[in-house]
T-cell receptor, first 112, second 114 residues
Framework: EDQVTQSPEALRLQEGESSSLNCSYT??????LFWYRQDPGKGPEFLFT???AGEEKEKERLKATLTKKESFLHITAPKPEDSATYLC?????????????FGAGTRLFVKA | ETGVTQSPTHLIKTRGQQVTLRCSSQ?????VSWYQQALGQGPQFIFQ???????GRGNFPPRFSGLQFPNYSSELNVNALELDDSALYLC?????????????FGPGTRLTVL
């Protein structure tokens, strides 16, 4: 069964304290892995697409990496405005289309 | 470029009623997917439409149905509402391709079933 697991469930950091979020997955026929940021009561905001093992993407204080079984979202010197839920999703093909499976998310709290 | 929009923002219904939620795709996109997100959980895939036909479905009962229109906008219909249907309903649009499909989400509709 296709599965996505994110850890930790919640992470509390001091401003400037770098850390990593983990996304491990078990799927057949990975088409792509995505990272989203979600603020309370809002829709997910697209961050990155990773397609093949070894790939890395960067945006401001965020860097996403991909291996054959997991992905990491590294946050360097976070600021309070980085506080949000970070969602990982994997995409697989189905007959005639695709489906996207989300993890439960990591809730990040950054204290000033 | 216009982003994904959804209406209404909030909705309150009672058990047994029917509801219709609407979504307008981002300009240039031809595929729409619907998700249900319960509090504290990740979005759960309901179904997807491409060229006005459903081409993927998650583990949701038939009382969840949808439509896609020629302008790529979409509706999600839920019949015989249950208390557990209370959730944030998200619509995401993408441009269909054979590789990965980057999806962009709307702000969601918060449905409360009493």
């Amino acid at each position: 069964e296709d599965q996505v697991t994110q850890s930790p469930e919640a992470l509390r950091l001091q401003e400037g304290e770098s850390s990593s979020l983990n996304c491990s997955y078990t799927v057949s026929g990975l088409r792509g892995l995505f990272w989203y940021r979600q603020d309370p009561g809002k829709g997910p905001e697209f961050l990155f697409t990773l397609y093949s093992a070894g790939e890395e993407k960067e945006k401001e204080r965020l860097k996403a990496t991909l291996t054959k079984k997991e992905s990491f979202l590294h946050i360097t010197a976070p600021k309070p405005e980085d506080s949000a839920t970070y969602l990982c999703a994997v995409q697989v093909g189905v007959t005639g289309g695709f489906k996207t499976i989300f993890g439960a998310g990591t809730r990040l709290f950054v204290k000033a | 470029e216009t982003g994904v929009t959804q209406s209404p923002t909030h909705l309150i219904k009672t058990r047994g009623q029917q509801v219709t939620l609407r979504c307008s795709s981002q300009s240039g996109h031809n595929t729409v997917s619907w998700y249900q997100q319960a509090l504290g959980q990740g979005p759960q895939f309901i179904f997807q439409y491409y060229r006005e036909e459903e081409n993927g479905r998650g583990n949701f009962p038939p009382r969840f149905s949808g439509l896609q229109f020629p302008n790529y906008s979409s509706e999600l219909n839920v019949n015989a509402l249950e208390l557990d249907d209370s959730a944030l309903y998200l619509c995401a649009s993408s441009l269909f391709r054979q590789g990965y499909n980057e999806q962009f989400f709307g702000p969601g509709t918060r449905l409360t079933v009493l």
